[in-house]
């Protein structure tokens, strides 16, 4: 008689969650430019905007933008190599209106995406927002991000207004999702 496979659960997670660190700059810049690229395709024009996406000149941008203390940077990371696989920046809004805080970005790799990552990233928004009482909040997803607008959906965002917008000198039309309350 052969004796059946005994199954020990994995002690450590695939992927983990913290804080960013200006150390970060680079593979958030990585992430950013490879997320563009996929999620992006066939609603900004590739030689327009996408193939012209520097992971370089992103990382100089990020190292600016990580000294600000007044936001949310979290980056989510592969826990045996430590590469940054997806990041997420929120904070106050920046556009007049009611919601006090804003979902400024979730990007993730397409390899880590469906493990849970974009609702723990939710989850540390919104918890940090009720934190500093900012108890509504507001993001701004491309009106073509189908899979964005499912996503915000499927964690009780409702579908408020539209925006002409100018990403890279491409306009688009952006939605707001809202949660009024957190």
């Given at each position: 008689m052969t004796r059946p496979l005994s199954y020990e659960p994995d002690p450590a997670p695939r992927f983990a969650i913290r804080a960013a660190e200006p150390a970060d700059a680079d593979g958030i810049a990585r992430v950013l430019v490879r997320s563009w690229r996929a999620s992006y395709r066939g609603i900004l024009p590739l030689d327009g905007v996408l193939d012209r996406l520097d992971v370089g000149e992103r990382a100089s941008k990020w190292r600016r933008i990580l000294r600000d203390d007044t936001c949310l940077h979290l980056v989510a990371y592969d826990t045996t190599h430590r590469d940054v696989i997806g990041?997420?920046?929120?904070?106050?809004?920046?556009?007049?209106?009611?919601?006090?805080g804003e979902v400024y970005a979730i990007y993730l790799e397409h390899y880590a995406k469906r493990h849970g990552l974009g609702r723990r990233f939710f989850g540390e928004v919104t918890a940090w927002l009720y934190a500093r009482h900012m108890r509504s909040m507001i993001v701004w997803v491309l009106e073509d991000n189908h899979h964005a607008r499912r996503f915000y959906e499927a964690l009780g965002g409702r579908a408020a207004h539209q925006a002409r917008s100018i990403v890279s000198g491409h306009p688009v039309i952006e939605r707001a999702y809202v949660w009024d309350r957190l």
């Amino acid at each position: 008689m052969t004796r059946p496979l005994s199954y020990e659960p994995d002690p450590a997670p695939r992927f983990a969650i913290r804080a960013a660190e200006p150390a970060d700059a680079d593979g958030i810049a990585r992430v950013l430019v490879r997320s563009w690229r996929a999620s992006y395709r066939g609603i900004l024009p590739l030689d327009g905007v996408l193939d012209r996406l520097d992971v370089g000149e992103r990382a100089s941008k990020w190292r600016r933008i990580l000294r600000d203390d007044t936001c949310l940077h979290l980056v989510a990371y592969d826990t045996t190599h430590r590469d940054v696989i997806g990041f997420c920046e929120a904070g106050p809004r920046r556009r007049p209106g009611p919601w006090a805080g804003e979902v400024y970005a979730i990007y993730l790799e397409h390899y880590a995406k469906r493990h849970g990552l974009g609702r723990r990233f939710f989850g540390e928004v919104t918890a940090w927002l009720y934190a500093r009482h900012m108890r509504s909040m507001i993001v701004w997803v491309l009106e073509d991000n189908h899979h964005a607008r499912r996503f915000y959906e499927a964690l009780g965002g409702r579908a408020a207004h539209q925006a002409r917008s100018i990403v890279s000198g491409h306009p688009v039309i952006e939605r707001a999702y809202v949660w009024d309350r957190l």
